[in-house]
């Protein structure tokens, strides 16, 4: 039997704990659950005995002990959180990436006062501060003017890292009695001083932006603006998801293809007239492909441009099989997701920061250098649908909202017995639309134009004898 060096260790025993003096301080020593549990109990006997005696009261009604975790780092409890997102809750990669840049700051922060330190040592108050001094790049690149984290942006991330510290506890990386560092932080009572303006467009500056848009870009907006949309759910819309005949688009998941909405809650919008005459122009005679495609791609760039949606989920399948018989592990969701933008990329599919980047350059041309993001046409469209005083459950369905307060929603079990049929849609969402006539006429102006430069277009144009109001738009 081997010797133990140095002096040997002064022991003493609480019941099932015992404590000890080693290497200059005390610790305690005990058995849960099968697994033996060594911790550094304090500088002095007194404080030793004193745990110990409450680890033993805790052992002795079978109640979980203050030692009854596994700590961890910032960056390792950090990963396992993102992996249990991404691989068990299969939760949206998007709300991943969110999920990661948010949390990013706390292992920085966290990293800053030691590598190894246990997450649970962590002071959530003094991330704060740091957080209120961090200077970041607005869009991430690194030449980008920096500027201090927005307070929307500060609630977000102590949001990101309350759910954090909650799994860390349900994953028992906390010490069971230990109150999440997060508790109180964000949440609605935070307060928002400097958020942003929000931009809404008027009848007179939504004109004066189609007027200053060009061919390409006016259709674009035009349905962003009378569908409220938005950008991503645009540049992923393909021609089997519009219905010009009977006036409507489906926004619909397309998993198959890598994408999903945002919410994932799938609708059917109406289409106004003078808006389905115009996706005829864009369409032309085209049965599938993406409805809206880059400015200067043409069919011939790929063979996948004219094909049907079940024959690119086909070709995403063979690519994926391609790359995963030269992988050493199984593709992750993240590389899969690459992967399926590629197709998306060859059908043409207009990208949106492309989209974003058409809105920022002609707001500036009529004068709204200030207004940067497209989704004001998307606040514009639900503020034009309460000024029709369109119901609140038909705003809902047709925006794609989640609801509110549970599945039942603000409405309670109202909305689960309430079933909106697709005439009443229609005739509430067109009454909203057609408050602002001024768009609508020049959407007639711009079709006759175009069709009449173009007489072959117009040819391929198959408009049902039935559609009278089209006729007219188009003639």
């Not at 961890?72 to 992996?83: G, I, M, Y």
């Not at 926004?251 to 909405?261: A, D, F, H």
């Not at 250098?369 to 503020?383: L, N, Q």
């Not at 309430?418 to 711009?446: C, G, M, N, Y």
Request: proline share 5%; aromatic share 8%; net charge positive.
């Amino acid at each position: 039997m081997a010797r133990r060096s140095g002096k040997a260790s002064r022991r003493h025993r609480v019941g099932k704990v015992s404590y000890y003096f080693r290497n200059g301080s005390w610790h305690v020593y005990y058995r849960e659950a099968g697994k033996q549990i060594r911790r550094r109990a304090g500088d002095t006997e007194q404080a030793a005995a004193q745990l110990a005696a409450q680890v033993n009261a805790q052992l002795s009604v079978e109640a979980p002990t203050l030692f009854a975790f596994t700590p961890l780092p910032v960056a390792e409890l950090r990963k396992r959180f993102l992996d249990y997102h991404e691989q068990v809750l299969g939760s949206a990669l998007p709300t991943v990436c969110r999920y990661s840049t948010a949390t990013r700051h706390l292992e920085n922060f966290a990293r800053a006062q030691g590598a190894n330190r246990p997450a649970h040592l962590l002071d959530a108050e003094q991330f704060v501060r740091y957080l209120r001094g961090l200077r970041v790049a607005s869009n991430g690149h690194s030449h980008t003017r920096r500027r201090p984290l927005r307070h929307k942006g500060i609630r977000y991330i102590l949001e990101t890292c309350r759910s954090l510290y909650g799994f860390a506890a349900k994953k028992r990386y906390l010490p069971p009695y230990a109150e999440n560092p997060f508790a109180g932080l964000g949440g609605k009572r935070f307060r928002i001083e400097d958020a942003k303006p929000v931009f809404v467009f008027e009848s007179t500056t939504e004109l004066a932006f189609f007027k200053a848009a060009d061919d390409w870009a006016f259709p674009i907006h035009l349905t962003l603006a009378k569908t409220g949309i938005r950008p991503g759910e645009l540049s992923h819309l393909l021609v089997e998801d519009v219905d010009l005949n009977g006036g409507w688009i489906q926004i619909c998941n397309k998993y198959e293809l890598g994408w999903r909405i945002k919410t994932g809650r799938e609708r059917s919008i109406p289409l106004v007239d003078e808006l389905v005459a115009v996706l005829r122009l864009v369409i032309g005679n085209r049965t599938a492909g993406v409805v809206f495609r880059r400015e200067k791609f043409r069919d011939t760039s790929c063979s996948l441009a004219t094909m049907p949606r079940r024959a690119l989920a086909a070709a995403l399948e063979q690519r994926i099989a391609a790359e995963e018989t030269t992988a050493s592990t199984p593709l992750s969701r993240a590389r899969q997701a690459l992967i399926a933008r590629t197709i998306w990329r060859d059908v043409g599919a207009i990208r949106a920061d492309t989209i974003r980047t058409s809105f920022v350059r002609l707001a500036a041309t009529i004068g709204l250098a200030d207004v940067t993001c497209p989704k004001s046409w998307r606040h514009t469209f639900a503020t034009l649908l309460q000024d029709a005083n369109v119901d609140p459950l038909i705003r809902q369905l047709t925006l794609g909202h989640a609801p509110t307060g549970g599945p039942e929603g603000a409405l309670g079990m109202t909305s689960i017995y309430t079933h909106t049929r697709p005439d009443t849609k229609r005739r509430e969402i067109l009454r909203a639309v057609q408050l602002w006539p001024d768009s609508l006429s020049f959407a007639r102006k711009w079709v006759h134009a175009r069709a009449s430069q173009d007489s072959p277009a117009r040819a391929r144009i198959d408009v049902p004898a039935e559609s009278t109001a089209i006729q007219e738009v188009l003639l």
